[in-house]
């Protein structure tokens, strides 16, 4: 693995930031000196299509986004692809002068497919590194659309929360509700035992721009202690194979 640096970052009319890590129950936070509007600093995940035969407002607001997060001071963690929504929320980050930190695997590490102005773009062996690679320099996540990568992407994070691996945001872009379906099913999954409804409480779903910002800032929540349970399940699934006294 590789880290190539491509431009210089320049936030603020400064080239160069200051990063302290904080804890916050379970957050990693990073926070500069040089911010005074009282923005936690962070660097957020955005998980999006790389395709852009899709529907223009989706693109729309992948630029304004990124160009939103890094006017707040936010860098951003992509999958750094210069096309689709991934490209979008790039450009949008670059034209406000953010850091953006692009992680790609070698095999698509080649000339038309990387976005070009990444402060860092980072080359990894395969993409089970490069999703754990994302994941690491990440305090938070924002799926956008897209397809089976996004999905992927967004139902690992989740599953990584449920297990307590972290405790940091995850927050679903609902516009044009693109992830109806997906909530449905995670509602049926509750409906029918098959996950405790405490976590629905694993993401947000929101459908604007500043409710992501404002999402970014809530607390954790506490969740169920999903290992706990499993073990309690397993003790009253033991307990019903017992034979009865009487067989």
């Not at 660097?43 to 999006?48: L, Y």
């Not at 945001?169 to 099913?185: E, H, K, S, T």
């Amino acid at each position: 693995m590789y880290t190539e640096r491509i431009s210089p970052h320049r936030l603020g009319g400064k080239a160069f930031r200051i990063d302290l890590l904080l804890k916050r129950k379970g957050f990693r936070i990073r926070a500069s000196p040089l911010r005074s509007t009282g923005v936690i600093i962070m660097n957020v995940c955005i998980f999006g299509a790389s395709s852009s035969n899709i529907t223009e407002c989706y693109i729309e607001f992948a630029e304004k986004l990124g160009h939103r997060l890094a006017s707040d001071g936010h860098g951003i963690v992509f999958g750094a692809g210069r096309t689709g929504l991934m490209g979008a929320a790039a450009r949008g980050a670059y034209s406000a002068g953010g850091k953006i930190i692009g992680v790609i695997p070698e095999k698509l590490n080649i000339p038309g497919i990387y976005f070009e102005h990444c402060t860092e773009r980072i080359q990894t062996a395969t993409m089970h590194e490069r999703k754990q690679l994302m994941e690491s320099r990440s305090d938070a996540f924002v799926a956008l659309s897209g397809g089976f990568g996004t999905l992927e992407e967004l139902l690992e994070v989740l599953t990584l929360k449920q297990l307590g691996y972290h405790n940091l945001p995850v927050i679903i872009v609902n516009i044009n509700g693109f992830y109806d379906p997906l909530i449905a099913q995670f509602e049926r999954c509750v409906a029918e035992g098959f996950t405790d409804k405490h976590f629905m409480n694993l993401f947000c779903s929101v459908t604007s721009i500043e409710a992501v910002a404002e999402a970014l800032a809530l607390p954790p929540r506490e969740m169920p202690d999903k290992i706990q349970s499993v073990l309690s399940d397993s003790e009253k699934d033991a307990a019903r194979r017992q034979p009865s006294p009487d067989a």
